[in-house]
């Protein structure tokens, strides 16, 4: 998917628009009916062109951030699927980014039966596949904290109920800080904000349906600084969205409560975009002045509300910085084609309210 966004100023606030989106045309496609021994061949020659697929290297802005996100396997699991492999390699070889993003789940717990070694061995899988290959390419990246990372869901007598996990995700990435222009590494990983040129990034613990108490103190501090107030994009990235996209996710603990009190939250605040993960599903949104950019995954993709396609992804955003402007550009990683837009639903009818689609969604007054 290949969207352009661009700046625009109203009165009361300011926000991104979609002003334009490429359309990639398929050839019809024809059925022929071949001997067997003709389909064993082309089953072949199929599974060898998609070996050798490679995405596209997309026309560069100023600045590049790939997104990269959801990307455990089952509880435990110390190994990564080969897309995800593919996509580490594609970002440190082909797409080369100025950052990137990690929207949560990059390890496989939220199990009580793991034993308290297979974490540090998770973490360590994550150092040796993701977090290496970035740095060895000099490319910084920046995780929040998903459920399977270390859940912030607590117990009724307010000890967290994956406790283990939240202390392994916060000794690997205290051991293995990014090189980030840090404003505030205080609670790194949980929250913590940086900036990228004019960029101004915020990442808050979503890793559950509530945010943590004070959050929301400790971001409106954050986004009233002199770095905020200067840059030019501000964007807001945490694992659990604000409304439910995916089939089986549409329903209370697995958005963050009260979502739209949070859209209005981060729109009164200037926020530009809100980036997140755990529905498995990619889906670029648009309510008011706030661009809900669902990341989607690039293992166990799940189906948007209503649509029968599940798409593992993985996303190039390029930023032209005069004037400033977006472009998405979104791969399917079983065969690294673009996806178009025009290929989403123009909307999505949430447990929550309507969500539109980045390119549909009415103009504010």
């Not at 400790?218 to 659990?240: C, I, K, P």
């Not at 969205?241 to 009260?258: Q, T």
């Not at 930023?319 to 639903?345: G, K, M, N, Y």
């Amino acid at each position: 998917m290949v969207g352009q966004l661009v700046r625009r100023t109203r009165i009361g606030g300011c926000g991104l628009w979609v002003v334009g989106c490429g359309l990639s045309l398929r050839g019809a496609s024809r059925t022929h009916f071949l001997p067997p021994t003709s389909h064993f061949l082309l089953i072949l020659l199929l599974l060898f062109g998609l070996a050798l697929a490679q995405p596209s290297d997309p026309a560069r802005g100023d600045l590049r951030i790939v997104i990269l996100g959801d990307i455990n396997g089952s509880f435990g699991a110390t190994e990564y699927a080969p897309g995800v492999h593919q996509a580490v390699r594609h970002t440190a070889t082909l797409w080369r980014p100025d950052l990137v993003l990690l929207p949560g789940d990059l390890v496989a717990g939220q199990s009580h039966r793991l034993p308290e070694t297979r974490f540090a061995q998770m973490w360590a899988a994550f150092e040796r596949d993701i977090a290496a290959p970035l740095r060895a390419a000099g490319i910084p990246y920046a995780p929040t904290i998903g459920n399977h990372d270390g859940s912030s869901l607590r117990r009724t007598d307010g000890t967290f109920a994956f406790a283990r996990e939240r202390q392994a995700a916060a000794d690997y990435w205290r051991q293995h800080p990014p090189p980030l222009a840090f404003h505030d590494g205080d609670d790194f990983p949980f929250h913590y904000t940086f900036s990228l040129g004019p960029v101004f990034v915020l990442v808050w613990d979503g890793s559950s349906a509530t945010l943590l108490p004070n959050t929301l103190a400790w971001a409106e501090q954050a986004l009233q600084s002199e770095a905020a107030q200067r840059a030019d994009l501000r964007l807001v990235m945490g694992h659990l969205p604000l409304y439910g996209i995916a089939e089986g996710r549409d329903r209370p603990g697995e958005i963050l409560a009260e979502g739209e009190r949070l859209r209005q939250w981060l729109e009164a605040r200037h926020v530009d975009i809100y980036l997140s993960g755990h529905h498995h599903a990619y889906y670029p949104a648009r309510l008011g002045d706030v661009v809900l950019l669902h990341a989607g995954a690039a293992v166990s993709p799940r189906r948007l509300l209503g649509e029968n396609t599940a798409r593992p992804t993985v996303t190039v955003i390029d930023i032209d910085l005069a004037p400033l402007s977006l472009r998405l550009t979104t791969f399917d990683l079983r065969d690294w084609q673009e996806i178009v837009l025009t290929d989403l639903p123009p909307f999505l009818d949430t447990s929550t309210g309507r969500l539109w689609r980045i390119d549909q969604a009415p103009r504010a007054p």
